[in-house]
């Protein structure tokens, strides 16, 4: 690998994080790819629990098994994130590294990464509740404390106060390139719907049966593909702020 993807050499500027993510990402890809599946999979449980015993299908758990099932579904996404994501680095730090160890680490973090997921999840809610923008920022402020936890081995509360401390004074910043990332998952998602419906209109007989699974599969391939673009975003901010942090630190021990 010709260049040094993760962590950066020094600060970046908005337009090389990006470029950044996006080297992770077709570095990664094929590797992590599986993970996309089982995430998406994952993601799903709900559903295919509700199919498997003729429930209907609903967007939120109407009662407690299907509450159980949807919360082992979080979990179990959550999870697979962070073995991704760990995967992920050690694919561009060149590291030994297989799907069966990096899901291992993750698991061994769940004693933190739900407690995390459960506090992130309150704040959130009640930044919300409050006033919308209050939630906003939290959703911002708080989007490194899972990698921080993650890939640095911090506690909940610890991981919190850290992604804090790194977004402080650079959170206008990290919203912006969550913005370009959400609008460039976006249009591949519209572009590849574009697509399916041009393919299928080709298909003598098509009706809205047919269109309608060939909706679902593409909601399912997208999800694969596009989830370890959100984990190797993730990563290359977390690398850039903590470059950042660690050159904002050294300025301030040289006065």
């Known amino acids: 690998m010709s260049m040094r993807l993760y962590p950066p050499v020094r600060p970046q500027s908005v337009s090389e994080v990006l470029d950044t993510a996006f080297h992770i990402y077709t570095a990664s890809l094929l590797r992590v790819l599986p993970f996309g599946i089982l995430m998406i999979l994952a993601g799903q449980l709900v559903n295919i629990y509700s199919l498997a015993t003729g429930r209907p299908l ?62 992130m999840a309150v704040a959130f809610i009640i930044g919300i509740a409050l006033l919308i923008a209050p939630g906003v920022y939290l959703f911002v402020a708080l989007s490194m404390a899972m990698p921080a936890l993650v890939l640095e081995h911090k506690g ?23 913005l370009v ?62 470059v950042r942090d660690a050159a904002a630190a050294d300025g301030a021990a040289e006065f």
């Open 156 to 178: 909940p509360i610890e991981a919190m106060k850290f992604s804090l401390h790194l977004i402080r004074g650079r959170w206008w910043r990290t919203l912006g390139i969550f």
């Open 58 to 119: 609903r967007s939120h758990p109407h009662d407690a098994p299907t509450g159980l099932v949807y919360a082992i579904g979080i979990i179990a996404v959550t999870t697979i994130w962070a073995a991704m994501i760990l995967r992920q680095r050690a694919i561009v730090q060149a590291e030994s590294t297989s799907m069966r160890a990096e899901l291992a680490r993750a698991v061994r973090a769940l004693p933190g990464i739900v407690p995390l997921a459960i506090l």
């Open 181 to 242: 990332t959400a609008v460039v998952v976006i249009v591949f998602y519209f572009l590849a719907a574009i697509l399916v419906v041009v393919a299928v209109q080709f298909i003598r007989g098509a009706d809205v049966a047919l269109t309608t699974a060939a909706a679902t599969v593409l909601i399912i391939a997208l999800g694969a593909f596009s989830a370890p673009y959100g984990t190797a975003t993730a990563l290359a901010v977390f690398g850039d702020l903590r």
